[in-house]
């Protein structure tokens, strides 16, 4: 004790100064000796109010405590190598109002712990909230002895000048150490935290510590972190090591044995002081800067189980059936292929010539064969009865097919060269444009009461076919300059996720999360693998129609020629295009799910529905569909509005009203230009036409609208899209996201529905393998949305309240909920594409002056 005494005067220079009359020497001499004589009868005078005691476990000591009262409790405990049991050390003050705070130090060999009593611990705000009851749990550095007895020493002090009561009680605990697949059952609170031991068993690299509890509140977190002193175990310092995580019912952890070198790690369970880190409600605000606030009971029942996740052999083959379901698909393709091809040869060799008649041919000319003019529109395919204006070689074609059917095949060779030439010749859109009557006879084309494909596709074909290539080019481009700047983003979250250790920044289905390297949940990336390889295949289906087709124009095929839905593959590369990214994007959107990434999973989501409403449009209408930069523009509106959806949308009411006025004007404007099929102008003059139209066909006459589909079908998607638009200006969904998705799915299954209708009502048929797609593909679409909807996490909730819906995995113990809607929805999708691309086959030998317009 002198020896302390003499470094504290060494510290505060010396007890007395020297006068300067005493001589340096011997006088310093002098003076060193006089000034440790006086300290050290100092310090003796002050250790006559120390108290050192012999403490023992397991019993509860009652005592006081004042400013020149200090009491040191010693403990020994035998620490052995194979059996690590914990030490609790538990402390109560009586006193209500307390003048000073008393001082705990724990000195252990490796390690001090401190707190003061009452514990004062901060919420948001810098709310305080004092607390009189605390357990705190020492922790327990490894031993190399096989049993060694060690000591650690809690001193008692404060600076309150009256005395204080309170009780301190050290304890074993027994089951400080938890076992495999075995339930712990505990009580935690915000200043009686828990933590226990777990080392990892032979043969296991990976568990899943799992945390539950029956009551969402007071709001936890659990934490693991490496076998290590101190302890990070309060609501205040829980997050400086270690993975950590906040929960309500449900936690859960996935611990590798390489992040861990002793095999072993601490998990640590802390209650915190507020409940808004878990979606609880905002306390009040205190009044006082300085106040203390009663946090109440909050005391929490908890469990804790610590499982063996899944080896090295489940990865194997979880990776395996993902690949063997998609090349399944590949060999089944390969197969049709085989088979379609057997079927074409044999066509080859007893060529069908186009579907045509003499009757029907004299239909087309305006008269039946008995010089009527045909009853219905829809009869025999005539058109006369409306202006139909039909090409020269059309007319002329006809007329010389009056014997039978193979009246087409005693076409001039030389004719069909030049046709074939003409339409390869070098000239631009702009050029066949520039005649004089152009406009007017667009005007009479477009507007007549009943169309058919030819009135529609008069462009010249190379012409169109370069348009619609721009639309893979284009998604190629943004592809590009959207995924590159993705995936940095997202490698950066993985990193900030592996190096911080917040596990609140991702949403994952952390019960089913399978680490892979520095990816947390490998199981959710690979599963998209579909989009990407089902996508691919689309493209190869495409590219090999793509070819048999140019290959039958370069040989002058009339099937090819003028038969069927004019084929133009630039939209379907597109949409492969789209599929691919959407795995991509999706991958990386599930390397770190969360609110602020989620538009990289339904960007090209958008796309995939507008290309397939586009494409649809186009097979009826090639002259007059969007051209590629139209489309990409308003597609890139829709994210422009998703992503302020998702920043601005939540409870926002002007945003809303804006959007839902935006919504219904964009459904009226776009439903005015299919109407009219493009012969109208937006211009000053258009409400003087509007009214004009109203007064003459509604009040005037009375009269119908003169294009009945087309008005049944607007109708039918202004009620849709209005009523979806009142219903997000009414109920306003936190995932705006997906509320856009909706909004193009369906109007993209009503058009879908539409077409299909029209075409069985114009007696059109759809052969055998677009029936089967059709099929198969609504069946596994219902599949796909019922696990779709399971939510297995949410993040328009708190990372801990999106945890309560997190379940484990269901497929080969490796797969979750979510997993499976990649499988099935990437199958739909394709299935989906498969339909759009067959469902005019019955058409390939119908003359294209027969195939009606809707």
Same mark, same amino acid.
Request: hydrophobic fraction near 40%; glycine fraction near 4%.
């Given at each position: ?48 109010? +120390?108290?050192?005691?012999?403490? #023992?476990?397991? *019993? ?17 405990? =035998? ?32 390690? *001090? ?32 002895? @096989? ?7 809690? !001193? ?26 075995? $339930? ?23 568990? %899943? ?38 929960? =309500? ?41 300085? #106040? ?7 005391? $929490? ?54 579907? =045509? ?9 305006? $008269? ?62 702009? !050029? ?12 009479? +084309? ?5 169309? &058919? ?6 462009? !010249?074909?190379?012409?169109?076919? $370069? ?24 490698? =950066?979250?993985?990193? +900030? ?43 190869? %289906? ?103 959806? +998702? ?78 638009? @009142? ?18 799915? &369906? ?16 007696? #059109?048929? %759809? ?6 797609? %059709? ?28 945890? #309560? ?50």
């Amino acid at each position: 004790m002198v020896l302390r005494s003499y470094w504290k005067c060494r510290l505060k220079s010396s007890c007395f100064p020297a006068p300067r009359w005493i001589r340096p020497g011997l006088a310093a001499l002098f003076w060193f000796c006089v000034t440790q004589l006086v300290c050290g009868a100092g310090a003796l005078g002050e250790n006559k109010f +120390v108290r050192q005691k012999n403490a #023992e476990f397991d *019993v509860t000591y009652n005592d006081t405590v004042k400013s020149n009262n200090q009491t040191i409790y010693a403990f020994n405990h =035998t620490i052995s190598r194979n059996k690590t049991e914990g030490v609790r050390v538990t402390v109560d003050v009586m006193q209500q109002h307390l003048e000073s705070p008393i001082l705990f130090v724990i000195r252990q060999k490796q390690a *001090v712990m401190s707190f003061q009593v009452p514990l004062i611990l901060r919420g948001l705000y810098q709310r305080k909230y004092p607390y009189k009851h605390v357990g705190r749990t020492l922790c327990q550095p490894p031993t190399r002895a @096989a049993s060694e007895t060690q000591y650690f020493f809690v !001193d008692v002090s404060t600076l309150s000048s009256q005395e204080t009561n309170f009780q301190l009680r050290v304890s074993r605990v027994e089951s400080f150490t938890l076992q495999t697949d075995r $339930k712990f059952s505990f009580a935690a609170s915000p200043s009686q935290p828990q933590f226990f031991k777990y080392v990892f068993p032979d043969g296991v690299d990976t568990v %899943i510590v799992k945390v539950n509890s029956d009551v969402n509140f007071p709001c936890s977190v659990m934490s693991v972190q490496d076998i290590q002193c101190p302890v990070y175990d309060l609501d205040n310092n829980v997050a400086f090591i270690g993975m950590y995580q906040t929960m =309500t019912k449900k936690g859960a952890i996935t611990v590798q044995r390489k992040d861990f070198p002793s095999n072993s790690f601490y998990v640590v369970v802390v209650v915190k002081t507020e409940d808004e880190a878990c979606g609880g409600p905002l306390r009040f605000y205190p009044l006082q800067p300085d #106040e203390l606030i009663d946090a109440g009971n909050r005391t $929490k029942d908890l469990d804790v189980v610590v499982s063996p996740a899944i080896n090295s052999e489940k990865y194997v083959i979880g990776m395996l059936f993902c690949l063997g379901i998609f090349l399944s698909f590949y060999v089944l393709t390969l197969l049709v292929a085989c088979v379609e091809n057997k079927r074409m040869k044999r066509r080859e060799m007893f060529p069908n010539p186009p579907d =045509t008649s003499p009757a029907e041919t004299a239909s087309l000319l305006g $008269k039946n064969g008995d010089g009527k003019t045909p009853a219905s529109p829809y009869e025999y395919g005539s058109f006369a009865d409306n202006g139909s204006t039909l090409s020269s070689e059309a007319i002329t074609d006809s007329a010389t097919s009056t014997d039978n059917n193979y009246g087409y095949l005693e076409r001039s060779l030389d004719s069909v060269a030049r046709s074939r030439q003409e339409s390869l010749s070098s000239v631009e859109e702009d !050029d066949y444009d520039t005649l004089e009557d152009i406009d007017s006879d667009k005007n009479i +084309v477009r507007t007549k009461k009943y169309l &058919c494909v030819s009135d529609l596709a008069r462009k !010249d074909k190379r012409i169109l076919s $370069k348009k619609y290539q721009i639309y893979f080019w284009n998604i190629a481009t943004i592809a590009v300059f959207y995924a590159l700047p993705v995936i940095q983003l997202v490698i =950066t979250y993985q990193t +900030v996720v592996n190096v911080t250790g917040n596990q609140d920044i991702c949403y994952y289905n952390f019960l089913c999360a399978h680490p892979l390297g520095a990816l947390s949940a490998f199981n959710n990336i690979l599963s998209n693998l579909g989009y990407v390889m089902l996508g691919l295949l689309f493209l190869l %289906i495409v590219f090999k129609r793509d070819v048999t087709h140019s290959r039958a124009l370069l040989r002058n095929d009339l099937n090819a020629l003028e038969c069927g839905i004019p084929k133009h593959f630039g939209v379907y590369y597109a949409m492969g295009t789209a599929l691919m990214m959407e795995g991509l994007l999706s991958a990386c959107y599930h390397v770190c799910p969360n609110y602020t990434n989620f538009q990289f999973d339904t960007s090209f989501m958008y796309m995939i529905a507008g290309l397939c409403m586009l494409k649809l449009y186009q097979k009826r209408h090639p002259d007059i569909n969007a051209s590629a930069y139209t489309a990409y523009a308003c597609l890139a509106a829709v994210i422009f509005f998703s992503v302020l959806g +998702v920043v601005f949308g939540r409870g926002n009411m002007v945003f809303w009203i804006v959007f839902s006025v935006i919504h219904i004007l964009a459904t009226l404007l776009l439903s005015t230009q299919l109407y009219y099929m493009g012969r109208w102008r937006l211009d000053a003059g258009i409400m003087r036409r509007i009214v004009y139209v109203i007064y003459t066909d509604c009040i005037r006459q009375c009269s119908g609208p003169m294009y009945i589909d087309r008005m049944v079908l607007l109708v039918m998607g202004n009620i849709v899209n209005w009523s979806l638009a @009142a219903y997000g200006l009414i109920e306003r969904p936190n995932d705006f996201a997906s509320y856009l998705l909706a909004i193009a799915i &369906c109007n993209l299954l009503l058009y879908f529905a539409f077409y299909i209708i029209m075409k069985l009502r114009s007696g #059109e048929r %759809i052969k055998c393998l677009p029936v089967v797609c %059709i099929l198969f593909t609504a069946v596994v679409w219902g599949f796909a949305l019922y696990f779709f909807f399971q939510g297995l996490s949410t993040w328009q909730k708190t990372p801990a309240e999106s945890r #309560e819906h997190n379940r484990d995995c269901i497929l080969l113990s490796f797969f979750d909920d979510h997993d499976i809607w990649h499988f099935l929805s990437s199958i739909a999708m394709f299935g989906s594409f498969l339909v759009l691309l067959t469902m005019d086959d019955d058409l390939d030998t119908v003359q294209r002056d027969k195939i009606y317009v809707f």
